[in-house]
């Protein structure tokens, strides 16, 4: 929990001016492609802004000229242009309303489908770092934020400003001495609007950073819930989940308390308008120096000036807040992947699998290498294994040769080409890796094989299935190859989703196979299923295998055992027992009865 505060802290801390101009330009390039229609939803603001205006200013003629002269045929006209201007600004708003509407949609539309391909593309060094609870509040919640800015909250925010100036205007034509009066209330305003601004908007800032945490905190703990309930740690996890979510909700009530004194406060201030409009006014009509149509008209006037400016302040707000959202939003999209293509890459006409590691250095952060000084060569076609303790660097390896990172020193080729050279998408497409942690997504068995690849036929699906001995298990499915697949494939045993995942390695046929710890948590009979396949399907292919049992690796051309990030011993199975090292100590450990009988 502690180290969630100092998180919050520091991301709360790390947020920039209120309303940082460069952020907020940048907002504004969003509305680019829709430059157009922005531009007529800012005439129909202007519209509706004069209409709401000129209503008032009918009043003292409706008033002065047509009731007081009995004028009933004016009086009619007057209502029928009142009621002509209700009518027509309600068709205006109804259509600016539309278009904002649609205009925001749109917006929040190519902003999150950026954000979302952005995202997809970053190196996984970025994901070490980075909770995925947060990543998705800044693609839902923080892009959601936004829809109020880009639908309609500059386009009406620019309407307000335009009413209170059409409002301004027509007051001190009516009387210029009595709009001064009235607006003796305005610095009172000024002060109340100032810090209600600055409350609400340290408000708003807390309540986004404890948004991210909420939703990390939602998605970690789903996501390991296995092991919540295994260790019966529900109700520790519930009252934590409970301080946070505390911690939210208090925040948000501040800033509701903040708006519950401030409306009150502009309408105190509004009210306070009206009696000076009354007390003054009323009395220069006692003396015909005004008539009661143009007080009228002043309260009129009055009660719709501060209309817009409690709309303002919200609209402030709003904007404080996707201040807030636009920079998380932005300082996602600037970072960089550290792992970038070449500018121009090296075609791979046709991978062999020669794979050759030259004095690779690598470390995961700053100095403290995983990998040190590591080189070897794998030739095209051999079958190579990795074996060693927990934390030896044979994961990493894998990582390595599919460019998720890059190295330190040294240099990684691929058919004599340093893989630097290679765009990252041909050099991936060429390597077919199973992990043991099998990660399936929603949908269905096909789509967990194709990942929805066109280019991959039925024919290289069904190869995949009979090749892997998965073609028993889904006959018996109800719906075959079409069985629907849950979140991660929960319904599925640990053996059957490596063997989904094992068809999908396939079906893209790569040139280099990648087991990683493939068969571990398999049983006898599924292992046998997998084992088979592999000898079938490691002819012509280079094939990397990383395992902790031994017997699955006893038949490879080549084993290389990895301690501390260093190549200690290379050779094939009986060469590394005669030498009676590090691998044939691994080797008495893990079958210490057969080997006392050798």
């Not at 149509?293 to 996707?322: C, H, S, W």
């Amino acid at each position: 929990m502690g180290v969630r505060k100092i998180a919050a802290k520091k991301e709360e801390e790390a947020l920039g001016k209120p309303i940082d101009s460069v952020i907020f330009k940048r907002l504004l390039s969003y509305f680019k492609p829709y430059k157009w229609y922005i531009v007529l939803a800012i005439a129909l603001t202007i519209l509706i802004s004069a209409l709401a205006a000129v209503r008032p200013r009918l009043t003292p003629i409706a008033v002065d000229d047509m009731i007081v002269n009995k004028n009933l045929p004016g009086l009619q006209i007057i209502v029928m242009i009142l009621f002509g201007t209700l009518v027509l600004q309600g068709i205006i708003q109804y259509a600016m309303a539309y278009l904002t509407s649609w205009i925001g949609q749109k917006i929040i539309y190519d902003l999150r489908k950026k954000i979302y391909k952005h995202t997809i593309n970053l190196n996984l060094k970025f994901y070490d770092k980075n909770p995925i609870g947060r990543l998705v509040t800044r693609v839902t919640n923080d892009v959601e934020v936004l829809y109020e800015v880009f639908s309609s909250g500059l386009v009406t925010a620019f309407g307000d400003i335009l009413t209170i100036v059409w409002i301004l205007y027509f007051m001190f034509s009516l009387d210029f001495e009595l709009t001064l009066y009235t607006l003796a209330v305005l610095p009172f305003l000024v002060y109340a609007t100032s810090v209600f601004r600055k409350a609400v908007r340290n408000s708003y800032r807390k309540i986004r950073v404890l948004l991210a945490n909420i939703n990390t905190y939602i998605q970690e703990h789903i996501t390991g819930i296995s092991v919540v309930q295994i260790f019966g740690n529900e109700k520790r996890t519930v009252d934590e989940f409970e301080k946070i979510n505390r911690e939210h909700t208090e925040e948000n009530k501040k800033s509701i308390m903040y708006y519950a004194l401030f409306f009150p406060v502009v309408e105190f201030l509004g009210a306070a308008a009206v009696g000076v409009i009354i007390w003054y006014g009323g009395g220069q009509v006692l003396q015909n120096a005004v008539s009661v149509g143009v007080i009228i008209a002043f309260v009129q006037y009055t009660e719709m000036f501060f209309r817009p400016i409690r709309d303002l302040a919200e609209k402030y707000n709003i904007l404080q807040t996707a201040m807030a959202s636009s920079e998380r939003i932005f300082n996602l999209l600037d970072t960089t992947n550290p792992v970038l293509d070449p500018e121009i890459p090296q075609k791979l006409d046709r991978v062999k699998g020669n794979i050759q590691f030259k004095n690779v250095w690598f470390a995961y952060n700053d100095e403290d290498y995983v990998l040190k000084n590591v080189s070897f060569d794998f030739k095209e076609g051999e079958k190579v294994a990795f074996v060693g303790h927990t934390g030896a660097g044979k994961t990493t390896i894998i990582n390595l040769i599919n460019r998720f990172y890059d190295v330190n020193k040294g240099e990684i080729k691929i058919d004599g080409v340093n893989i630097k050279d290679i765009n990252q998408k041909e050099l991936r497409r060429n390597t077919g890796i199973v992990l043991q942690d099998v990660f399936l997504f929603s949908g269905d068995i096909r789509y967990n094989i194709d990942l929805g690849n066109k280019d991959i036929t039925e024919e290289q699906i069904n190869n995949a299935i009979d090749n892997v001995g998965l073609r028993k298990f889904i006959n018996e499915l109800p719906d075959g190859l079409y069985h629907k697949v849950n979140e991660r494939g929960t319904t599925f045993s640990v053996g059957q989703r490596q063997l989904i995942s094992f068809a999908r390695a396939l079906a893209y046929n790569p040139r280099i196979l990648v087991l990683d710890e493939a068969t571990s948590s398999v049983d006898t009979e599924t292992e046998i299923l997998v084992q088979n396949a592999i000898k079938k399907l490691i002819e012509g292919r280079t094939s990397i295998i990383i395992a902790h049992r031994l017997s699955t690796i006893q038949s490879c051309d080549k084993i290389i055992v990895m301690h501390k990030g260093e190549v200690k011993e290379m050779g094939n199975h009986q060469e590394l027992l005669n030498k009676k090292g590090l691998y044939y100590k691994l080797y008495q450990l893990q079958y210490k009865e057969e080997f006392q009988n050798l």
